[in-house]
Structure formats: C-alpha cells, structure tokens
C-alpha cells in the first residue's frame, strides 16, 4: 500500500518485515505464535489479519503492547466457526465497533461468482467465507445452541448436592 501512495513520507528503514518512516512512524509485521511475539509496546495501531484463526494465547499476548500507548486494536476476519476469541469478541456486549459486510453487498463481486463459489467449495464455507455466518463445526457432536440451551441460571441445584471437593 505504501508504494501505491508512491511513498508519501520517506522511508529511513525498510525490509520485507518492517517499515520505518522519517517521521518516526513504523510497521512491523510480527510471527503468529504466542511464544515469539512478546517485547513490543507503545504500539499506537494493532492490526489482527484473519483474526478468526488467531489462537486464543497469541490474542491475549498481544493486547498487552497496548497497555501503555493507549493504542487501538483493529482485526478483521471471516467467521470460522463458533469458538476462539474472534468468535467471543463478536457476540459479546464488549464495546467493540463490529462492520459485518457479506459479499452480496460488495458490488465488486458478482452474483455469478457468488453461485459458483457456493456451488463448488459448499454452503458450510461459502456461508461463512463470503456471507459473515459463524457456524458450528461440520463434526461437532452437538450444536452450540443446544449445548447453551442446556445451561439456565435458573437450573435447581443437584439432586444430591453436586459434586464433593
């Protein structure tokens, strides 16, 4: 993107991981794994790719380098199911600003390519690639509704005192 803004700011530093602007502004792309990712801080803007395959850890160890900075965190994803931190972040009440964009309103994409898609890779995928769905597990056992409509705040205690210490 930079160089398609035929470099507005020049670089001091660049390389295949990692841009650094005179003005003392920088992009580093950093490893997708929990135990490499850790040192940074005072990041001003924190961007999570693909964020529904980002690992719970790897989420949770990054949001730390935010601490300081005051910084803000964007991710962006697909849906992949319903599980993970993408997933809980997205139905939570957490005051997240979500946009949900399925392809059907991207007038870039037409509906011929929509069908096609949907026709060779299969309605699970192409619900959930190009329509914004999160959906269960093809080999779950129980559906995450039934699984949630099992539990009630509600619920009487146990029969016979729950189970011992």
């Not at 390389?15 to 990712?37: D, F, H, M, Q, W």
């Not at 849906?79 to 007038?107: D, I, K």
Request: glycine share 8%; aromatic share 10%.
């Amino acid at each position: 993107m930079y160089r398609a803004l035929d470099h507005p700011e020049p670089p001091a530093a660049e390389s295949a991981l990692r841009l650094e602007l005179e003005n003392g502004s920088r992009i580093v792309a950093l490893p997708g794994k929990e135990g490499t990712i850790r040192g940074y801080s005072g990041v001003g803007l924190l961007l999570i790719d693909e964020a529904s395959r980002v690992h719970d850890d790897l989420y949770r160890s990054v949001r730390p380098m935010l601490a300081v900075s005051g910084g803000r965190l964007l991710a962006m994803s697909t849906p992949f199911g319903t599980r993970g931190w993408w997933y809980e972040a997205w139905r939570s009440e957490e005051p997240w600003q979500r946009v949900e964009v399925p392809a059907t309103l991207v007038p870039r994409i037409s509906p011929e390519f929509l069908a096609d898609e949907e026709r060779s890779m299969g309605r699970w995928w192409f619900r959930q690639e190009y329509m914004c769905e999160f959906l269960d597990a093809q080999d779950a056992v129980f559906r995450l509704a039934d699984i949630e409509a099992a539990f009630s705040p509600d619920a009487p205690p146990p029969l016979f005192g729950g189970i011992a210490s």
